[in-house]
């Protein structure tokens, strides 16, 4: 029987290969998370959601996640090579001050030169750790009834840890700690963040035992650092509670976008493009940490519940930064939200597809993917599209036109003094204002409002088609997953809620801060909002899907980067477009978003649909292919461009 309750069939294959899961082959919350992956209108998320072995990694990726504290062959020359000379330049003579700092301060109180003589051997490690050991050995401490200056007091060893404590909670603990932060935050710098680290425990937890070594230590001595350069080019790799470095490097941008909106007084912010450029970079990792926790949970969830969260909040994002542009711009930047769901139509169906075929065509010479499942998307698609231009085009037929002129001025005709005519100049005819055509305001926007109730329930058929009635359509070319391990979940179940929770709750304080910060730039800036809209606002919220679809076809899994792309101006049309509408015309604000595109708009994207159906009708993708796509993108892109701005307390779509 081809109609396959996907629900039932994902149970048994639970019970039936839940022992060889067991033991290494796929992980199930993996395998369920590819399901999810191919229904209709969800958008593929590519990265683990399951723990994975280190023994399942590379021995590049094991080797970066290893503690620096087993000796190891160095097949270099030496230690000398412009990373470790970095490390010395940029951190180290600086960290070797603070040691000489604090070992005086140590060291002039009598008590404190036990802890004088531990800080004086370290410091000529930070300044060059390479090669050199830091050991515990037992014996070199000085226990808590051992005296210090020939007496056994114990409370003379109490006063010198506490000043020990106090010296190096001022001198030597900050340091170490930025240390650590700038150097994490360089990436290729984790090695040396790591070294900050341990050291940091070390003058905490055992300081009186700590010996440094420049020789190859005993059997019997407890190595707890050793390191052989300050730089590893392969840290990129690196990841933290199942997340990618990078991303989790970036949350300090979110911390300092919040900070100057809400905590730091106007007077001691930044300029306003450093701003701007902050509250975009925190808009990244926050796209991240959703989408994380969206199929995390969902794949913790019942199967159709899990489909239903990861559609209903997959446009959370982008729902989120167009209501708040809205309603903080009191309808000013409605300009803004068009152009910018015009411009994550175009990314999802020409930039987002054509950089996957053209990565994926790099490393592969021709990648195939499952035409019929695209021809599937591509017919919900096309149904998209025109349900949301309907109103555009009702509206370009019989909307009111007005004749504007300008430079007008009356000459005398026959030389009678009743008999006159006017002569103007750039005349045309322009369509009302729409608040103030009776075509719009009695049928343009009672039709888009009807639209915007019917498009989500076209979604949920969608959605019903692919997981009860045709699923076998989209299980038919399944792929198996190459990820592998324990059916552990990187983040539970609870924790993916409070994530999902916490990131939705941030991303909304950092939007009303874009959208702040974006008026301003558009008064220091030749740029139209539209293009900002158009470009900006339009891509940097969707950059996780943009380096998951390229990944998937690197992969050469190019069925699953096409499928994000057409799910996204899915979701786009079905929900997002009809959630701005239905919220921008119940939400008090000067002007609404009236779901009337200009022209140009409507032709791009038409275009945009066309071209990615007829290129996926053969199954087959190249990066010619992509490059042409990219191309085709940037040429309607640089059109938007050289609009004439308008005058955004008015909305006139130039029809």
Known sequence: NSMLDTSSSYEKLVSSDSASNMYGSTSLLEEKKNRINRLFGIIPWKHHISKRSMSERSNVVRELHEEPVKPKKWTGASFVNPGNIAWAVLFGWWLYLFYLFACFF??????????AKTVWKLKNYVLWPFGRYIVLRRDLGIQENTPLNGNSRKDTNIIAKIWYYFVIGIFLLPVHALSLFITWEFIVLIPMSKVNRILMKLLVMDPLN???????????????LVTYQAVNLHSYKYTLFGMHVLLVNLLPFVLFSIAEGWIVPEKYRPPVMVLFVMDLVAVIPLAYYIGMAISSFAAQSNYFVGAVLTATFGSVIEMILYFSAIATSDGELVTLVTYAITGTLLGCLLLLPGLSMLFGGFKHKEQNFNAVATGVSSVFLLVSIAGVYVPTIFYQVYGNHELECHECFATESNMSFSNYSLSCHECKYVQLELEEDPIYTGGARILALGISILLPLSYIIGLFFTLRTHSHIYSKFEEEDSAEGHDAPEWGRWASLAVLIVSTGLFTLVAENLVHVIQEVLD???????????????????????????????????????EIGTSAAVQCCLIQIPAVVIFSNFYPTSIRFPLIFPTIHVFAVVLAVIIISLLLFDGKSNYFQGAGMVIIYIILVSSFYFIPQEDPTSYKPDL
């Open 106 to 115: 140590l060291a002039i109180t009598y008590i404190g030169l036990p802890y």
């Open 210 to 224: 700590i010996e440094v070594l420049y020789t190859d230590p005993e059997i019997t001595d407890d190595i707890k």
């Open 524 to 562: 220091h800036v030749d740029i139209s909002q539209g293009f900002i809209g158009l470009t900006i606002v339009a891509i940097v919220p969707s950059i996780a899907e943009y380096l998951n679809a390229i990944q998937f076809s690197i992969n050469n899994n190019v069925s699953l980067s096409l």
